[in-house]
C-alpha cells in the first residue's frame, strides 16, 4: 500500500482510527507488561535477600547455641571433676 501523504498514512483508507487504536492498545499492553515483569523481577529479589538474611541469622543463632552448649559442658566436667 502506498500513500500520497502523510494525512493518507494516518487515514489508512478509512480504516485508521481502527488500526492506530489497535497499535495504541497493543503498545499499552505491551508496556503494562514490562512493567509488570520489572515489579514482580524486583519483588522476587527483595524476597530471595529476606530468605538469605534470615538464613543467616539461623545460622549465626545456631552457632551461638553450639557455641554455648560446648561452653555448659566444659563447665560441668570442671565441676564434676
Known amino acids: 500500500m502506498q500513500f500520497n501523504s502523510f494525512s493518507d498514512f494516518i487515514n489508512m483508507g478509512g480504516y485508521g482510527f481502527y488500526v492506530w487504536l489497535s497499535f495504541g492498545s497493543a503498545a499499552?499492553?505491551?508496556s503494562l507488561l514490562l512493567f509488570n515483569s520489572q515489579k514482580g523481577h524486583l519483588y522476587v529479589m527483595i524476597e530471595i535477600d529476606r530468605h538469605r538474611q534470615r538464613e543467616d541469622r539461623l545460622r549465626q543463632a545456631r552457632a551461638?547455641?553450639?557455641q554455648q552448649s560446648l561452653?555448659?559442658?566444659k563447665a560441668l566436667k570442671k565441676v564434676t571433676e
Do not use: E, H, T, V
Open 64 to 66: 551461638l547455641r553450639k
Open 28 to 30: 499499552c499492553i505491551l
Open 71 to 73: 561452653q555448659q559442658d
